[in-house]
């Protein structure tokens, strides 16, 4: 079992910078990866950026590709998402997931882009 709890969504302007943090607990030494998705009102769920927990490996979906960057701190068990040069089309609400062999999922962070 696996927990996540996200936190750092809020309103920015666009061109702004935020950075969401995912707290992973519980059966951490059993990850794979951690990944952020996004989801925009009356669209669907959609990758944004994956890391592997033990090597850290890292891969961004096009859209955020430059702007975006996904990090972790094992001491921390803490997975970060720093997203600079924000567009109103990042808004959403942001979660992060754990692949374990499972999908286990956060609550969410909302966050808004004013233009």
């Known amino acids: 079992q696996v927990q996540l709890v996200e936190s750092g969504g809020g309103l920015v302007q666009a061109g702004g910078s935020l950075r969401l943090s995912c707290v992973v607990s519980?059966?951490?030494?059993?990850?794979?990866?951690i990944n952020w998705f996004r989801q925009a009102p009356g669209k669907e769920r959609e990758f944004v950026a994956t890391?592997?927990?033990?090597?850290?490996?890292?891969n961004y979906a096009d859209s955020v590709k430059g702007r975006f960057t996904i990090a972790r701190d094992i001491a921390k068990n803490t997975v970060y998402l720093q997203m600079n040069s924000l567009k109103p089309e990042d808004a959403g609400v942001y979660y992060c997931?754990?692949?374990?062999?499972?999908?286990?999922w956060g609550q969410g962070t909302q966050v808004t882009v004013s233009s």
């Open positions: 519980g059966r951490t030494f059993s990850l794979y990866t």
């Open positions: 890391i592997t927990w033990n090597v850290g490996i890292t």
């Open positions: 997931n754990a692949n374990n062999g499972n999908n286990n």
